[in-house]
């Protein structure tokens, strides 16, 4: 469904203090600022070292805000759920913020921001559907396999059904398939709490009203 990730190029930032000038990468200077960003799809690697900078920046204050911006197109449901439990229980409020898109894990994450500090950017694309993979083997093998996806898919409806104050039976029904949702349905649906920085809607004037306003006039100013 998505594109692989090439590995990126990370971009250096300078920043001069009274001591001299320090080189940080891009991200430790957003860690700084309690910043994390979530941009590549979710697996055991990528869940630890947000755990790990969770654990980090709740230590360091457990009262301040950590921001957590998300474009990711999902993962493995075990990782994203030992990321997704350490914001729950850390003490720090957590803000989260979709940008780009948000597919399958990565909008449970969104979703388990502290109520109120859910947001969307106005063009951000957030999509969820059930729980997926495959089996083969013994078809014993291929029934536990089975359960066990079974049980990852009702434990993510479930966790979405207490973010978003919906009835389980209408997550089921609805993420049945995959499902695709502009900023504005995910507020209607409850996946967030708000859309940030929304450009102003402009009135096109109306053609014909237009037309009307210059009937009479002529084409040579006569």
């Known amino acids: 469904m998505f594109s692989n990730f090439p590995q990126a190029v990370i971009p250096m930032v300078i920043e001069s203090t009274g001591r001299g000038e320090r080189a940080y990468d891009i991200y430790s200077l957003l860690l700084k600022e309690r910043i994390i960003f979530l941009g590549t799809p979710i697996n055991d690697q990528v869940a630890n070292l947000m755990v790990a900078q969770l654990l980090f920046l ?25 990321i997704y439990d350490t914001m729950q229980q850390i003490q720090a409020p957590i803000s989260t913020f979709a940008v780009g898109v948000t597919a399958s894990m990565g909008t449970v994450l969104l979703a388990a921001g502290s109520p109120g500090q859910r947001y969307a950017l106005p063009h951000a694309t957030i999509h969820m559907h059930q729980a997926g993979g495959g089996a083969q083997g013994y078809t014993t093998d291929v029934e536990i396999q089975y359960r066990e996806m079974k049980r990852q898919q009702d434990l993510l409806f479930n966790i979405i059904s207490k973010h978003t104050h919906q009835p389980v039976e209408r997550i089921a029904d609805d993420f049945e398939r995959d499902r695709w949702m502009d900023a504005h349905m995910a507020k209607e649906y ?33």
Do not use: F, H, W
Request: proline share 7%.
């Open 58 to 82: 709740n230590r360091e204050d457990p009262e301040r805000e950590i921001q957590i911006y998300i474009n990711c197109p999902g993962g493995i449901i075990y990782a994203g759920l030992a």
């Open 190 to 222: 409850g996946l967030v709490d708000d859309i940030l920085g929304e450009p102003p809607t402009v009135r096109m004037e109306d053609d014909s009203k237009k037309g009307d306003s210059k009937k009479g006039d002529n084409v040579n100013g006569q």
